[in-house]
């Protein structure tokens, strides 16, 4: 795990309008925290089922479609 402070206490990110730097550091918040999860992780444990619950790998997966899409209508596409 990392000791850096979250990146909300780090203060503004270069380039970010500031309505939108709640979302950048929430972003990068859940990017560092998945990272640090998921580092020693056991390949071989990444599709496993666990009964009622959905695999570590599906759930990663679903975050990836859940931002894109997040994205796409940030820019007004369908």
Known sequence: MSDDPEFWLR???PGIPA???PVA???LQARRE???IMYDF???R???V???LASPGFHLQHLSGV???????ARKEP
Do not use: E, N, S
């Not at 931002?67 to 209508?73: A, E, G, P, Q, S």
């Open 11 to 13: 203060g503004p990110i």
């Open 19 to 21: 309505l939108l730097q």
């Open 25 to 27: 550091h929430a972003l």
């Open 34 to 36: 998945v990272k640090d």
């Open 42 to 44: 056991p390949g071989g």
């Open 46 to 48: 990444l599709w496993t």
């Open 50 to 52: 666990h009964p009622a």
């Open 67 to 73: 931002l894109d899409r997040l994205f796409t209508y």
